[in-house]
């Protein structure tokens, strides 16, 4: 089965009363049950009955169920945050005096966590240079508890060798925990990539429009007593799981993911090969441009990407999943000033386009002193491409 049908026909853990296409919201925070024997099974996990929402709810089960089929993981935990899915993996891995690897390239907020935060806890972070081989060997020792890393960074967009880096780990015997984000894990395989455990903001890609935060926490069973500690300590202890509404939502958002996903990925692309046509801009730093440094190693094999959404885009397109956002803030950070905005130069729709406002048209003009017949004026298609994404 593709994933993208994956992604719609997941069974319900039970029929539903009234027989619903979608799986009902169970806004509640205790269940009832028909016996002692029955809530106390429950209660001491001895059946998948749910008990109580801060640790179990049928709605938010449910994701998790979809997302596992996807993944292929052995358990899938949905948080309340990407940050939440971040430090819960990582507190259920580390203890004190125990020390994490990682690189300087990191979310602001997952550095801190783990440059200070943890280190209050007597954690201790190890910073090198991920994409060195042999630095990474000798930054690991016997008190190295797990070596984390972002399959893209943000902002920076370096890529690691997923596969060099987990020979690495499974030879010293520690986890290799990826924040997979800026790939989709429909297009992304973890498991065959050697990460032990992944983490996705599913605030990005799954909740199709900025309308929910969440984040995941696949565990590919390769770590032992990782699983057990994720649902009987850091969801009992921490309180951080997700909310049976967001849950719905971002199920709601994963089945059109593979639609969405393919017009960001042809979007950032296009986006990033205009903004290197500006006079204004030194520099774009995308990872789906042919000249980038990483780009052959995204291209070999760390992705099955999706098909750009019009026929006639260029092979390159793709490679344009290292995240729309990213592409942009990187290529903002080096611009040598910024475009003018002003009505003689605002985006306009192409004249060979209907007057109503075409949202996939922009013209670009030049804030120098070119003539007006200098402009740019790149169309893209806004129909969707029936090609599917690859899967493995």
Known sequence: MKKQTQAIHTQFQRPDAYSSLSMPVYHTAAYEFGDAVSMTDAFCGRTDDPDYSRVMNPTVTFFENKVRALTGATDVIALSSGMAAISNALLALAESGRKIVTSRHLFGNTYSLITGTLRRFGIEPVLCDLTDLRAVEQA???????????????????????RALSRITRSRGIPLVADTTLIPFTCFDARALGIDVEIVSTTKYLSGGATSISGLVADYGTTPDFGRRMRTEMLFNFGAYATPHVAYMQTIGLETLDARYRIEATNALRTAERLRELPAVRAVNYVGLPDNPYHDRLANGLATLPAPCSPSSSPTATLASASSTASSSSAALRTSSTINRSPSTRPAPSSATSPKRNAATWTFRRTSSASPSASKTPTTSSTISNKPCPTN
């Open 140 to 162: 690991i020792d016997d008190r190295t508890c797990a070596l984390f890393l972002e399959i893209i960074t943000n902002p920076q967009m370096e890529v690691a060798d997923l």
